[in-house]
């Protein structure tokens, strides 16, 4: 079974700019979540979606937003880019209420 | 306010000898843990997890314990391999309705010398 793969793997965008993130979960799974990883914080939990809805939000500004599709595909989506949102963005999947499996991240950087 | 917490930012040990990092936690609902591994440019693999309502479980050369009243669990490798070393990375979840958040640490850094 195909694990979760997150496109693109690296993006350059500078301030200001919007940038789109993609997540496709493991065959299924319907829970994604989606987490940033930068050196200081560790992993924080940005948003968890589950059939198209959002039930879980982090402490994240408006700028951070997500989606998902009905084949649980998932987007996220940051506005208004500022130099501290580089980091790398992890997705996971789900099928129950424990155990997430990570893709491989798309690591931004925000110049 | 950091809910899990991993006190140790590094360990070293020696090729066939035990590897025990340490995690503990504040909130008092969670109540299933997990161990991740996270090697350079990889997202996090999960390694072994445990629920509340066990002490001990136990995956191969992995085994996690948990303590709930010191609200402190633990993950040992036995016997530890070069192949091991990686930053691990200790997660909680449940509890407050929110199932689906992990609660992660921020990792601490396995150095397996051969």
């Known amino acids: 079974k195909a694990g979760v793969t997150q496109t693109p793997r690296y993006l350059i965008k500078t301030r200001g700019q919007q940038v789109t993130l993609s997540c496709s979960p493991i065959s299924g799974h319907r829970s994604v979540s989606w987490y940033q990883q930068t050196p200081g914080q560790g992993l924080q939990f940005l948003f968890e979606?589950?059939?198209?809805?959002?039930?879980n939000k982090g402490n994240f500004p408006g700028r951070f937003s997500g989606r998902q599709f009905s084949n649980s595909r998932s987007e996220m989506n940051v506005s208004t880019l500022e130099l501290g949102d580089s980091a790398l963005y992890l997705c996971a999947s789900s099928r129950g209420p424990e155990t997430q499996y990570f893709g491989p991240g798309t690591r931004l950087l925000v110049l | 306010d950091q809910q899990v917490k991993q006190n140790s930012p590094s360990l070293s040990v020696q090729e066939g000898r035990i590897s025990i990092l340490n995690c503990d936690y504040t909130?008092?609902?969670?109540?299933?843990f997990l161990w991740y591994k996270k090697y350079p440019a990889e997202g996090p693999t999960f390694l072994i997890s445990?629920?509340?309502?066990?002490d001990k479980n136990e995956d191969g050369r992995f085994t996690v314990f948990l303590n709930k009243s010191a609200k402190h669990l633990s993950l040992h490798i036995v016997p530890s391999q070069p192949g091991d070393s990686a930053v691990y990375f200790c997660a909680a979840g449940g509890g407050g309705g929110s199932n689906y958040k992990l609660t992660f640490g921020k990792g601490t850094l396995l150095t397996v010398n051969p």
């Open positions: 979606y589950f059939s198209e809805t959002q039930r």
């Open positions: 445990i629920s509340s309502i066990k």
């Open positions: 909130n008092s609902m969670f109540d299933y």
